[in-house]
């Protein structure tokens, strides 16, 4: 059950209109009054003989009897209250009792209160309720409903235990203001997917994704083809922006202005410049490091290598790091997704960007991050900026299959650090962005691994017997699970290219299969194949390692373990 406190109003009459009429589409069916603060009130959607004056001249009258120059300017509350799509739908006596509670507990009508406020609950669908409210009491004083929002979210939780309905988490006041449903209607006549207020707040994060400077963070805005109003205060200093769609107009034929602020608490110029002010690079703002100018210069294969090899070591802080430093390496892991989602092609795009839109909640919490430590991530989502977008085949492609499988346990490591400090909304999140990325890597890895699954059937018996002592040697508990995966011939195959690359592939794959995290894999050969390509630097495309036909020479042995040793740091992060 999602409550909802509204903006303060200052026409009783207008909202009245609202919540009798037929909707912005004519989505209101049969409005009545479910519950008032007198059981004698006015229905003008069931009684004919009563107007919506009629209703408006009686809620406004504590407001009215008051001296002018003590009426509030703002004196109309409205909250709405919707259930779950799968709830079942409630009686009129149900929405009552609930409408009652919900005015008790936010301050408009104490229980036992006989001077409270005047208020009204009209339904007009099956699933929701509106409150409209006049602040002044009847003894002429104005409601204390501070925290109303807090206090009806908090009823709203016992009220779905009690009811039995769809129980939703906590919230924690972090998370980004919820479209309107006047934008929702809105977006829906226009035959579009999100609202303006959402396609503008991802149009932001990827702007802001590995940005180093406010000159390059507007021109990213700008290149999106976002019109821009920045807010400058005397001095010239840049004091905040708004952004609008230049199709989003009011009924003047004007632009409709969103601040950073009002789209999520995050992209505030001021947390914007958290970012990239607080690096322990010894960098300003403006002055990007050397590797921020290779970024111009990179391809997308390499941009998701390196980005790979940074959300490797992330998931390392994720396990033993401080809390500031997660909550830094998770907003930085926000933008790598914005980053692969905005670079990434067709046939993975939409769930990549659905993985980075529920991720996004994952990314905010009460604990300040401690910018700097997440350096290597925000490099790696600039590197993929401005890597540019892939085919989605090749070696961009099978690199693509790798950082996507990595970060779904970065991403899992974040549910389960916040399902410890119980951030119950942002472990959801983070659930559910790990689904959009398993949805993600099962369109990006088939080619790959097909490759490779084609490479190891063609592998000699006598070369192929010897990945499997390997195998039993690293990992001797898995070693009979992995033979069985269909992932094992691609698996082989990537254990011979490491051994002719001049690897220890038993030493290789013992660290690779070191971490916890091969728990929540669904292929375990899956995951050692990239995690092997990755640590010992070997193409991810198949296509560019030549065949095997023979063994490869024992001579090669003592080189693997100086080269194992040289992948320690890496290593030990997975």
């Known amino acids: 059950m999602i409550p909802r406190v509204h903006d303060m109003g200052t026409r009783t009459i207008g909202l009245l209109y609202y919540l ?66 799968e709830d079942p ?36 669908a099956d699933d929701h309720i509106h409150i409209i409210a006049t602040v002044v009491r009847e003894d002429g004083r104005q409601a204390r409903i501070r925290q109303d929002g807090a206090r009806s979210q908090a009823e709203a939780r016992k009220i779905e235990v009690e009811y039995g309905l769809r129980r939703l988490n906590a919230g924690d006041g972090t998370a980004a203001k919820r479209p309107t449903s006047a934008e929702r209607h809105k977006a829906q006549r226009q035959g579009k997917e999100r609202t303006p207020r959402e396609e503008l707040c991802e149009t932001v994060r990827r702007a802001a994704a590995g940005a180093t400077s406010e000159q390059e963070f507007f021109d990213r805005l700008a290149a999106a083809g976002l019109l821009i109003r920045q807010r400058v205060a005397p001095s010239g200093d840049l004091l905040g922006y708004k952004v609008a769609l230049a199709d989003d107009r009011n009924e003047d034929q004007e632009p409709i202005f969103y601040s950073g602020s009002t789209l999520a608490p995050d992209l505030s110029l001021p947390r914007i410049r958290e970012r990239w002010s607080g690096a322990e690079n010894g960098h300003s703002s403006d002055a990007p490091t050397d590797r921020s100018a290779d970024s111009a210069r990179i391809s997308p294969s390499t941009a998701r290598r390196r980005a790979t090899t940074a959300v490797w070591q992330a998931v390392l802080v994720l396990d033993q790091g401080d809390d500031g430093q997660i909550a830094a390496h998770l907003a930085a892991a926000g933008e790598v997704l914005d980053a692969l989602a905005k670079t990434s092609a067709a046939h993975t795009r939409r769930e990549l960007r659905e993985a980075a839109w529920a991720f ?16 290597a991530l925000r490099q790696a989502a600039r590197d993929l900026v401005y890597g540019g977008p892939a085919l989605g085949r090749g070696e961009d492609g099978a690199t693509t299959a790798m ?4 970060a779904f346990f970065l991403v899992t490591a974040a549910a389960h650090w916040h399902g410890k400090k119980q951030h119950a909304q942002q472990a959801a999140a983070a659930r559910q962005a790990a689904e959009h990325l398993r949805a993600a890597y099962q369109a990006a890895a088939p080619t790959p691994l097909g490759a490779l699954y084609q490479r190891g059937r063609r592998l000699s018996q006598p070369l192929r017997h010897e ?108």
């Open 20 to 85: 009798y009429g037929p909707g912005t589409h004519e989505e209101h069916i049969d409005p009545h009054l479910v519950a008032a603060w007198d059981g004698l009130a006015p229905d003008p959607g069931r009684d004919p003989k009563a107007t919506y004056g009629d209703l408006q001249r009686l809620l406004d009258q504590p407001v009215m009897a008051l001296p002018k120059s003590r009426r509030p300017a703002e004196h109309v509350w409205h909250l709405s209250v919707r259930a779950a799509p």
């Open 89 to 124: 739908i409630l009686t009129d006596e149900q929405w009552a009792d609930i409408a009652r509670r919900m005015v008790a507990a936010t301050g408009i009508a104490p229980a036992g209160d006989d001077a409270a406020c005047r208020w009204a609950a009209v339904r007009h």
């Open 360 to 375: 996004e909640r994952a990314c905010r919490s009460h604990i300040r991050a401690e910018r700097g430590h997440d350096r």
């Open 403 to 406: 950082l996507i499988d990595m």
């Open 467 to 574: 990945q499997i002592v390997y195998l039993r040697q690293a990992v001797p508990e898995l070693a009979e699970q992995v033979l069985a995966e269909p992932g094992w011939y691609s698996l082989a195959a990537t254990l011979a290219d490491a051994e002719s690359a001049g690897h220890d592939p038993a030493a290789l794959l013992a660290k690779a299969a070191e971490r916890r995290e091969l728990d929540t894999a669904g292929s375990i050969s899956d995951v050692l194949v990239w995690r092997l390509r990755r640590m010992a630097d070997l193409p991810a495309d198949a296509s560019a390692m030549p065949e095997h036909t023979t063994s490869a020479p024992t001579a090669t042995r003592g080189t693997a373990q100086r080269s194992t040793k040289g992948n320690d740091s890496l290593g030990k992060s997975r």
